[in-house]
């Protein structure tokens, strides 16, 4: 079973900040872990008919992640950040994307994201956004709803590929 440390009484009496916090990690971590056991073959399996793959998703949520954390706090462009233009492009697999390295990618991201939000607060506004200005507390609850829909995704595709078999790295 996945380590639930939102459900940690600690962060029950927490301030939101840190629930957010918790909340983000714990999917993100889920979401990091999907591929861990897998073959390269099994990452990249394609058992839907859209670009989803895990391997695709974990690709995914790192651009999620820079889209978010970077382009909406610093005004970046996506071109400078070295990300795709649209969401769908994202899913691409390129010949030298490994379980490795795209997990390494979203270790990356992730630890990006935490210092570009650790100096604001929650009702500080985020102006890269094509949305115009979004406060903090928006941008963290939206990317809470994409990663958990990707977890959602990722545990059937991971089911699927395991044979029906519910294991988790």
């Known amino acids: 079973m996945l380590s639930q440390p939102s459900m940690e009484p600690a962060v029950f009496h927490a301030t939101l900040r840190d629930q957010f916090e918790v909340f983000l990690d714990e999917h993100r971590s889920a979401l990091h872990d999907s591929l861990n056991g897998l073959t390269e073959e099994q990452a990249r399996r394609s058992l839907v ?88 507390r928006w941008v963290y609850l939206h990317t809470l709803r994409e990663l958990a829909e990707h977890c959602g995704h990722a545990d059937i595709l991971r089911e699927q590929i395991l044979g029906g078999t519910k294991q988790h790295g």
């Open 49 to 136: 008919a859209s670009k989803t793959t895990l391997l695709g998703l974990v690709k995914h949520a790192t651009f999620v992640e820079k889209v978010w954390f970077d382009e909406a706090i610093t005004c970046r462009p996506r071109a400078e950040i070295g990300i795709p233009d649209t969401p769908d492009e994202s899913f691409d697999l390129h010949d030298g994307d490994t379980i490795a390295s795209v997990q390494d990618a979203y270790r990356q991201a992730c630890a990006n994201s935490r210092r570009a939000t650790e100096k604001l607060t929650l009702d500080d506004l985020v102006r890269g956004n094509r949305r115009g200005p979004l406060p903090l």
